[in-house]
């Protein structure tokens, strides 16, 4: 029975051995993987300010932008023809035209006319 105990000791040593290698060897890869990562994948996406959608709409008549969604807020331009809708609160948009950014009431929206409605 002392040569097989033998035997047997000697075989978990050299599996033990071997296994605690390859750990060395994994934790390695994955360290590496980590700092390759780190140093190459940015922290967040990248977005321009010139990505943001932007939908194009059409303003009925002449109206005026305001500073904030509220019929009493202070008047900071006027729209006609197409506007972008930068975002939406309630029943307000707020839209850039030309070089104004305001808000306005979205019953005053209709959808932008395309090209070939134009050209018709």
Excluded: C
């Excluded at 390859?22 to 190459?40: D, E, F, N, R, T």
């Excluded at 900071?76 to 070089?99: K, L, M, Q």
């Amino acid at each position: 029975a002392a040569p097989a105990h033998a035997v047997a000791d000697a075989a978990v040593g050299a599996f033990l051995h071997s296994l605690s290698g390859a750990l060395k060897v994994a934790s390695a890869v994955a360290l590496l993987g980590a700092i390759v990562a780190a140093v190459l994948l940015p922290a967040r996406p990248s977005v321009e300010e010139d990505a943001i959608a932007e939908e194009a709409m059409w303003v009925s008549g002449a109206r005026r932008l305001r500073a904030t969604p509220s019929v009493g807020a202070a008047v900071v331009g006027a729209a006609r023809g197409t506007v972008y809708v930068i975002g939406r609160e309630g029943e307000w948009a707020h839209v850039r035209a030309d070089e104004t950014n305001g808000w306005l009431q979205q019953p005053f929206l209709l959808p932008a006319p395309s090209l070939t409605q134009v050209k018709a």
